[in-house]
C-alpha cells in the first residue's frame, strides 16, 4: 500500500506520519509535499497512490487546486486547521477531514471509514467548486483569559502577537501584558483573521502592526523585530518568504 503526504508543516507531516505508521505498520509512504506545484509534479510523475492526506492551505494556494488540475480516483482525507463552519462542505458530500491538531482518534475513525471503502472514489467536481467559492468565515474578535482567580476577555484589537513557549500558548497586548489562554497555536491561527494576522513560524503568530522591522537572513530567510517582543531570533522560513511578502503587500 502507498500512502501520500501533502503537508507544509513539517511538524505537522512527522506527527501524522508517525500515527499513520500505527495504523498502516507496512506502508509506503511518498512525500512530504509541500506545495500545489510539487504534488502536481510528483502525481505527472507517480502512479496514483492508494489513498492521500492532504493539508488545504499548502506554501502556493490552496490543496484543492491539485485536484481540480489533475483528477486523481485515490481516496483523499483533508487536514486543515481551519474552523467547521468553513469545511461544512466536506461533512455534506462525505469527503472526510481532520482538524489540526490531529487528534488520534479522530484519524483512527477516518482510517476506519478508508477501510470500509466509505470514501468516495474519486473528487466531486461539484465539491471542489463549492469549496473555492468564498465562505463567509466569523473569526475571532475577544480571547478569554485567566490569572489568578480572575478571569477577562481581551479584544483581538489590544493583541500585538500570539507565541508558544514550552507547550503553552500566550497572547501579548500592546501594554506589554501576558496572558495564558487555553489553546493551541494551531487552533488559534485558524480562528483570526489572516489579512491581520501571519503564522511567522512554530512560535510567533503576529498582528500586522506589530512587525516593526524585517531584516533579510542567510539562506533567504527572514528576520522579524516584534514590537514588544525581546526575542532577536524571530525567523521567517525560507518557503514562507513569498507568502509573508504578498501578505504585508496586501
Not at 467547521?84 to 477531514?97: G, T
Not at 468564498?134 to 500585538?160: C, H, M, N, T, Y
Not at 491561527?189 to 506589530?210: C, G, H, I, M, V
Request: proline letters at 5%.
Amino acid at each position: 500500500m502507498r500512502i501520500l503526504i501533502i503537508e507544509d508543516e513539517n511538524p505537522a507531516a512527522k506527527r501524522l506520519l508517525s500515527l499513520l505508521k500505527i495504523h498502516f505498520p507496512s506502508a509506503e509512504f511518498e512525500g512530504n509535499l509541500d506545495s500545489v506545484r510539487s504534488a502536481l509534479s510528483w502525481l505527472s510523475e507517480h502512479s496514483e497512490p492508494d489513498l492521500i492526506f492532504c493539508d488545504i492551505q499548502l506554501a502556493d494556494g490552496l490543496s484543492f487546486e491539485i485536484f481540480q488540475k489533475n483528477p486523481v480516483s485515490s481516496p483523499v482525507i483533508f487536514t486543515t486547521a481551519f474552523d467547521q463552519y468553513a469545511i461544512k462542505a466536506f461533512q455534506v458530500n462525505a469527503v472526510d477531514y481532520l482538524l489540526k491538531p490531529i487528534d488520534p482518534e479522530e484519524l483512527a475513525r477516518a482510517v476506519d471509514k478508508y477501510r470500509k471503502n466509505q470514501l468516495p472514489s474519486q473528487l466531486d467536481g461539484r465539491l471542489l467548486e463549492q469549496l473555492l467559492k468564498p465562505r463567509s468565515i466569523r473569526f475571532k474578535s475577544r480571547f478569554l483569559v485567566s490569572f489568578g482567580d480572575k478571569i477577562q476577555s481581551v479584544p483581538l484589537d489590544e493583541v500585538a502577537f500570539f507565541f508558544s513557549e514550552e507547550r503553552v500558548t500566550f497572547l501579548q497586548t500592546w501594554a506589554g501584558k501576558k496572558y495564558v489562554i487555553d489553546q493551541t497555536l494551531e487552533q488559534t491561527e485558524s480562528q483570526l483573521d489572516p489579512t491581520r494576522f501571519f503564522r511567522l513560524n512554530r512560535k510567533y503568530l503576529a498582528s500586522l502592526e506589530a512587525i516593526e522591522a524585517v531584516f533579510t537572513y542567510s539562506n533567504s530567510r527572514l528576520k522579524i523585530k516584534l514590537q514588544g517582543c525581546e526575542d532577536p531570533d524571530i525567523l521567517v522560513s525560507r518557503e514562507k518568504v513569498s507568502e509573508f511578502k504578498a501578505w504585508l503587500d496586501q
